[in-house]
């Protein structure tokens, strides 16, 4: 990540974490670990063979499906931490950017709210730590 993009992450993470401490303080220790990791991520070419030309021929590839997946699922909230940790591995194998995955998250402050947005960016920000240690 490059250092503008980690300062921008970082300041919408402080500020979701602020409001979920005012309007909802338990929230801010909710966890659902592990689920997640018994799922393996598709390939690439998996998921736009199934979601990109199989369910939608004409119209969205796998990756723009998959980010409006992850947006309904921010607005979702911390009830779907396991699908969105998904979704995120997902997104980044059929080539999104880290950069795009996280303004699909701040956009959906507006109508999620920002507790479920900051949620969805901690969650966003440990998926992306972990393909880091993976990749090492």
Not at 26 to 47: C, Q, R
């Amino acid at each position: 990540m490059t250092e503008d993009f980690t300062k921008l992450f970082q300041a919408m993470l402080e500020q979701g974490q602020e409001m979920v401490r005012a309007f909802n303080p338990a929230l801010e220790n909710m966890t659902v670990k592990g689920f997640d990791a018994l799922i393996p991520t598709m390939s690439k070419d998996m998921m736009e063979m199934w979601f990109g030309r199989t369910f939608n021929r004409e119209g969205l590839d796998a990756k723009t499906r998959l980010l409006v997946t992850l947006a309904a699922l921010t607005v979702l909230g911390a009830q779907a931490e396991p699908q969105l940790r998904l979704t995120i591995r997902h997104a980044l194998e059929a080539g999104a950017t880290k950069r795009e995955i996280a303004e699909v998250i701040y956009q959906m402050s507006l109508f999620g709210g920002l507790p479920a947005m900051t949620k969805a960016l901690e969650i966003a920000q440990s998926v992306f730590g972990a393909d880091e240690e993976d990749s090492e």
